[in-house]
């Protein structure tokens, strides 16, 4: 069990963390304000985002299935002093409604567009974790002209798949039946085995919050998604910050897209925002360094 004593030193690590990342990338952690805000999707479900900072290209950093728009907490105080920071909790995730009836990848993509045109971003580059890299790269698609890239983190190891009925009807039982065994037993595949006992349980407890029904509807959403086709359609860059924990086919993905490059953090899970973010905001301040060339 986490000590008191254990909390307050991951609190100060993370404060000199976020230190040292606003130092490289513009802003002081301590003096930012995250302000909570909300809109509409096309659909009328209501969209709650965090946003802070101003100066484009805005950063918008969209979070994995399960999770919510505060994993990011730390990249909105470490890049808001150069640029506006958005971060939406996607629908029957966080905060954001739920009473919808169509889910899938393009309806998320749309909802993200919505955020995008209610903060009249004119340019941006778009961070997405795991599912959020799919998300990321629908929203992109409906915004030509406005991204200047596309950034997966922990995701697109492989951009040529389709997600089968079966696979998703399969995860949807399992979280339907069991939400919590579930829960765990994903975890356990995305953080090494060493991994911050503290972290993974923190990580673990944030995603319990995702209401079951919501969970399923998620899963169920992914059937039949295209993600090559969708990649092939992709005029911005696209590019990756992923972990090691499962392998990331750099030629292989630019076959598709051969603009594709990804980054490779040594002996690092599926959130690397959590686990190591004075090195990830590093990479992330380099990825836009780069895209906005």
Same mark, same amino acid.
């Given at each position: ?14 404060i ?21 805000k ?25 979070h ?5 728009r ?28 739920? &009473? ?9 993509? /749309? %909802?993200?567009?919505a @955020?995008? !045109? $209610? =903060? +009249? ?45 079966e ?16 829960? &765990? ?9 060493? /991994? %911050?006992?503290?972290? @993974?349980? !923190? $990580? =673990? +407890?944030?995603?319990?919050g ?38 990331t086919d ?13 980054v ?30």
């Amino acid at each position: 069990m986490e000590t008191q004593k254990s909390r307050a030193a991951i609190g100060a690590l993370a404060i000199l963390a976020l230190a040292a990342a606003a130092g490289a990338c513009g802003g002081d952690p301590m003096t930012i304000t995250i302000e909570r805000k909300t809109c509409r999707a096309a659909d009328g479900v209501d969209l709650v985002y965090s946003v802070a900072g101003a100066g484009e290209p805005a950063l918008v950093f969209i979070h994995g299935g399960l999770a919510n728009r505060g994993f990011y907490d730390g990249q909105i105080k470490a890049f808001a002093g150069r640029h506006r920071v958005i971060a939406p909790d996607l629908p029957g995730h966080g905060e954001s409604g739920s &009473n919808r009836t169509k889910w899938g990848i393009p309806e998320f993509g /749309a %909802d993200v567009k919505a @955020v995008l !045109d $209610a =903060e +009249k971003v004119r340019k941006f580059i778009i961070f997405g974790n795991s599912l959020g890299g799919p998300v990321a790269l629908e929203a992109a698609l409906l915004c030509p002209g406005r991204v200047l890239g596309v950034v997966g983190v922990d995701t697109f190891q492989q951009v040529d798949f389709v997600m089968t009925g079966e696979e998703v009807r399969e995860r949807a039982r399992a979280f339907g039946d069991a939400y919590a065994t579930a829960l &765990n037993e994903m975890i356990g595949l995305l953080f090494h085995k060493d /991994a %911050d006992p503290a972290l @993974v349980a !923190d $990580a =673990e +407890k944030r995603m319990g919050g995702t209401p079951p029904e919501a969970a399923r509807a998620m899963f169920l959403g992914m059937a039949g998604y295209d993600h090559g086709a969708s990649v092939r359609r992709l005029a911005a860059p696209l590019r990756a910050i992923n972990g090691d924990l499962y392998p990331t086919d750099i030629e292989g993905n630019r076959k598709l897209k051969p603009d594709f490059d990804a980054v490779i953090m040594t002996h690092m899970g599926h959130y690397p925002m959590l686990e190591r973010p004075e090195e990830f905001n590093r990479l992330v301040a380099e990825m836009v360094a780069g895209l906005m060339k």
